[in-house]
T-cell receptor, first 113, second 112 residues
Framework: GESVGLHLPTLSVQEGDNSIINCAYSNSASDYFIWYKQESGKGPQFIIDIRSNMDKRQGQRVTVLLNKTVKHLSLQIAATQPGDSAVYFCAEKERKSSYKLIFGSGTRLLVRP | SQTIHQWPATLVQPVGSPLSLECTVEGTSNPNLYWYRQAAGRGLQLLFYSVGIGQISSEVPQNLSASRPQDRQFILSSKKLLLSDSGFYLC???????????FGDGTRLSIL
């Protein structure tokens, strides 16, 4: 697939450590948020989502936190593994939009063995 | 379970040639369907979306068009490709507007 650019923000973590990837959104009318993982050569893969009536949601090894006051979204990955290395995108949907997701520019996660 | 297929995976085309990229979804009915383009190092730009057969909405004016001849088939086309049409094209589906979109593995299009 499309190789990610050289200028993506990059987070480098040691295998086994926890990772935190951050995302700022600008539209206070957004009420639905999604995190995607994109590996080289593949399309984005859904990880976890959260609606604006929640501030935290947990999945398997992942947690999404939503702070509507400062319009900030984060993805926490516990016990990061080499297979977690990828580009991570946040996406937001405006409350009144019927379909449109607005994607962030992405963060590259590198896991050091 | 639902699956989404895109083909071809890679395509090299000369400037001025036509284009047809196909996307099909299995395991669901009446999905919302989407075409995106992803430039290198960038997020995804929505090109087209469809809520039903024959219903296409365009997000940005461009050299491309989309069609939905069947419920689970979405086609991206061009009559004459430009150099600027190069990119990574992704198809996605969702159950409705309040559910996550699920992506295919994309087509890397190179225009020479």
């Amino acid at each position: 697939g499309e190789s990610v650019g050289l200028h993506l923000p990059t987070l480098s973590v040691q295998e086994g450590d926890n990772s935190i990837i951050n995302c700022a959104y600008s539209n206070s009318a957004s009420d639905y948020f999604i995190w995607y993982k994109q590996e080289s050569g593949k399309g984005p893969q859904f990880i976890i989502d959260i609606r604006s009536n929640m501030d935290k949601r947990q999945g398997q090894r992942v947690t999404v936190l939503l702070n509507k006051t400062v319009k900030h979204l984060s993805l926490q990955i516990a016990a990061t593994q080499p297979g977690d290395s990828a580009v991570y995108f946040c996406a937001e949907k405006e409350r009144k939009s019927s379909y449109k997701l607005i994607f962030g520019s992405g963060t590259r996660l590198l896991v050091r063995p | 379970s639902q699956t989404i297929h895109q083909w071809p995976a890679t395509l090299v085309q000369p400037v001025g040639s036509p284009l047809s990229l196909e996307c099909t979804v299995e395991g669901t009915s009446n999905p919302n369907l989407y075409w995106y383009r992803q430039a290198a190092g960038r997020g995804l730009q929505l090109l087209f979306y469809s809520v039903g057969i024959g219903q296409i909405s365009s997000e940005v004016p461009q050299n491309l068009s989309a069609s939905r001849p069947q419920d689970r088939q979405f086609i991206l086309s061009s009559k004459k490709l430009l150099l600027s049409d190069s990119g990574f094209y992704l198809c996605a589906w969702s159950g409705d507007n309040d559910q996550p979109q699920h992506f295919g593995d994309g087509t890397r299009l190179s225009i020479l």
